[in-house]
T-cell receptor, first 112, second 116 residues
Framework: KQEVTQIPAALSVPEGENLVLNCSFTDSAIYNLQWFRQDPGKGLTSLLLIQSSQREQTSGRLNASLDKSSGRSTLYIAASQPGDSATYLCAVRRNTGNQFYFGTGTSLTVIP | DTEVTQTPKHLVMGMTNKKSLKCEQHMGHRAMYWYKQKAKKPPELMFVYSYEKLSINESVPSRFSPECPNSSLLNLHLHALQPEDSALYLC???????????????FGAGSRLTVL
């Protein structure tokens, strides 16, 4: 079974800092990997999706990379802002079927 | 329309009540999902429907009964729940796995369930 781990579990940074969140998965037979943001008590908002054939995706201040062979993805946030404070989750989709496996999440706090 | 709509947003029920959670999407997605999320934990998959047929049931107790009446709607019927079933219930949808492409998983805002 696919195991997805995110490190660190919690991160606190001052405003303006660049930061990297990590996602590791045990089975490289994935179809895609998606990064989400979740605010407390709310649903998940999709940030970026990387297909298994891609190496990275960018949206604004966010950049996600994927190294399928080593089972790793990173989410890079540039010039962090207090509004970036949330829990960030990665999810991998299997090569076959409709199953998504979620990581354990990283809780980010950006201090003004 | 790029939204998944869940109702109700909040639900309080007793252990003997029968209630339902509803989910609707109009993005043409043919895979729909129910997830359960406890505080400070990632979402746990409960059920997956593909083309209106139940394709995955992650050993969920029978007091949770899913239903997919058509390609846009997904219900979760609740009966004889326990206090430990209190959680945020999230609905999501995506294109089915047989469709080549990005297949983004789109979530609703969730239904916060409290069982007394």
């Amino acid at each position: 079974k696919q195991e997805v781990t995110q490190i660190p579990a919690a991160l606190s940074v001052p405003e303006g800092e660049n930061l990297v969140l990590n996602c590791s998965f045990t089975d490289s037979a994935i179809y895609n990997l998606q990064w989400f943001r979740q605010d407390p008590g709310k649903g998940l908002t999709s940030l970026l999706l990387i297909q298994s054939s891609q190496r990275e995706q960018t949206s604004g201040r966010l950049n996600a990379s994927l190294d399928k062979s080593s089972g790793r993805s990173t989410l890079y946030i540039a010039a962090s802002q207090p509004g970036d404070s949330a829990t960030y989750l990665c999810a991998v989709r299997r090569n076959t079927g409709n199953q998504f496996y979620f990581g354990t999440g990283t809780s980010l706090t950006v201090i003004p | 329309d790029t939204e998944v709509t869940q109702t109700p947003k909040h639900l309080v029920m007793g252990m003997t009540n029968k209630k339902s959670l509803k989910c609707e999407q109009h993005m043409g997605h043919r895979a729909m999902y129910w997830y359960k999320q406890k505080a400070k934990k990632p979402p746990e998959l409960m059920f997956v429907y593909s083309y209106e047929k139940l394709s995955i049931n992650e050993s969920v107790p029978s007091r949770f009964s899913p239903e997919c009446p058509n390609s846009s709607l997904l219900n979760l019927h609740l009966h004889a729940l326990q206090p430990e079933d209190s959680a945020l219930y999230l609905c999501a949808s995506s294109h089915a796995s047989d469709r080549v492409g990005a297949n983004v998983l789109t979530f609703g805002a969730g239904s916060r369930l409290t069982v007394l």
